[in-house]
């Protein structure tokens, strides 16, 4: 999606190995969040960030850490991966001065498997 | 937890029919976002309600909220085939809250 991308795309990893997933963006947003879909809970919260070096926990942060020492960038990492981890991630961005009318534009996604 | 639950979970219809996905919340909101996600892509923003609105249009869009419910439907008018796909309703407590999702709804539209 335009202005967000997210890398790697797709990642295989072995259990208890850390695993570093990057957002970053081009739209100079306030706002970046992370997601985890997996099939029958929709898409959860991971953590979110406010500004550079203001993070928050998700519904789902254990297991997880963020940091954002840029405004474009944010790193998704999996301290020590787990098979529960196994997902796709997703990164999203808002615009706090236009927000909420035009939502969230989310990146394409990280498929993440560990095995 | 989940906010919004999606119904039905998914729906099949013929093209140029209606399809209405409905979503249900527990917590009082501050605005109601509807996104489609196709398969394998990231979501994309539809169409946003406020807590004070009653419906919204947006092309073959029609949203109507029901605070008295916490209901809110997404109609989607003479329906395509490239319609297919998941719709996820999402909600906010308050302004620069980070949204919540529902499970979403699969539709599918046969040509």
């Known amino acids: 999606d335009a202005g967000i991308t997210q890398s790697p795309r797709h990642k295989v990893t072995e259990t208890g190995t850390p695993v570093t997933l990057r957002c970053h963006q081009t739209e100079n947003h306030r706002y970046m969040y992370w997601y985890r879909q997996d099939p029958g809970h929709g898409l959860r919260l991971i953590h979110y960030?406010?500004?550079?070096?203001?993070?928050d926990k998700g519904e789902v942060s254990d297991g997880y850490s963020v940091s954002r020492s840029k405004t474009e960038d944010f790193l998704l990492t999996l301290e020590s991966a787990t098979s529960s981890q196994t997902s796709v991630y997703f990164c999203?961005?808002?615009?706090?001065?236009?927000?909420?009318?035009?939502?969230?534009?989310f990146g394409s996604g990280t498929r993440l498997t560990v095995v | 937890s989940q906010q919004g639950e999606e119904d039905p979970q998914a729906l099949s219809i013929q093209e140029g029919e209606n399809a209405t996905m409905n979503c249900s919340y527990k917590t009082s909101i501050n605005n109601l976002q509807w996104y489609r996600q196709n398969s394998g892509r990231g979501l994309v923003h539809l169409i946003l309600?406020?807590?004070?609105?009653r419906e919204k249009h947006s092309g073959r869009l029609r949203v109507t909220l029901d605070t008295s419910k916490k209901s809110s439907s997404l109609l989607i008018t003479a329906s395509r085939a490239a319609d297919t796909a998941s719709y996820f309703c999402a909600t906010d407590s308050s302004g620069n809250t980070p949204l919540v999702f529902g499970k979403g709804t699969r539709l599918s539209v046969i040509a």
């Open positions: 960030s406010y500004g550079v070096k203001d993070t």
């Open positions: 999203a961005i808002s615009d706090e001065t236009r927000q909420p009318d035009y939502g969230y534009t």
């Open positions: 309600i406020r807590s004070n609105e």
